[in-house]
């Protein structure tokens, strides 16, 4: 069964400094990975999705690059800003004989400081 | 557009009530989603369609009911819900089962 962890669950940041969110899975089989953001009680936004063909996406200030071998994608974010406050969440996309159904971390909670 | 949307936004029932969760989308998408979120916690997959029929439930109980009447439309009927089903439910949407997945802003239910 597919494990994902994000660590470490909560973290605060002075503005301007860079961000480093970790996610490491269990079942290196994945179909994709995908990073979201999400509000306190708002839905989820999608950042970025990585195939499980491809080591690294990038879109603006964001990238994402994705080991399988080892289990582990890195969510970077230059240049904080306190609009980047939220919970970045990761979730990987497995092989199952259904279907693909997507396995969420329990998140990382970001505060950046102004 | 990438839009999922989601009503109602807030919904509180009594444990005897019967009432419906609602998800469209109009992306032409073809496997859509239903998730339960608890506080503080990753969201939990409960169905997905796939071309309109399920393909995967995940051991949810039979007070939750999904439907979906067409490729856009997805619902969830809810029966007899018991308090500890109160939680966010978000629909999302994706062009094929295992591609990027969009989400709705979800529905607050409350289970009196």
């Known amino acids: 069964k597919q494990e994902v962890t994000q660590i470490p669950a909560a973290l605060s940041v002075p503005e301007g400094e860079n961000l480093v969110l970790n996610c490491s899975f269990t079942?290196?089989?994945?179909?994709?990975l995908q990073w979201f953001r999400q509000d306190p009680g708002k839905g989820l936004t999608s950042l970025l999705l990585i195939q499980s063909s491809q080591r690294e996406q990038t879109s603006g200030r964001l990238n994402a690059s994705l080991d399988k071998s080892s289990g582990r994608s890195t969510l970077y974010i230059a240049a904080s800003q306190p609009g980047d406050s939220a919970t970045y969440l990761c979730a990987v996309s497995g092989f199952e004989a259904a279907g693909n159904k997507l396995t969420f971390g329990g998140g990382t909670r970001v505060l950046v400081k102004p | 557009d990438t839009e999922v949307t989601q009503t109602p936004k807030h919904l509180v029932m009594g444990m005897t009530n019967k009432k419906s969760l609602k998800c469209e989308q109009h992306m032409g998408h073809r496997a859509m989603y239903w998730y339960k979120q608890k506080a503080k916690k990753p969201p939990e997959l409960m169905f997905v369609y796939s071309y309109e029929k399920l393909s995967i439930n995940e051991s949810v109980p039979s007070r939750f009911s999904p439907e979906c009447p067409n490729s856009s439309l997805l619902n969830l009927h809810l029966h007899a819900l018991q308090p500890e089903d109160s939680a966010l439910y978000l629909c999302a949407s994706s062009q094929e089962n295992g591609y990027e997945q969009y989400f709705g802003p979800g529905t607050r239910l409350t289970v009196t």
């Open positions: 079942d290196s089989a994945i179909y994709n």
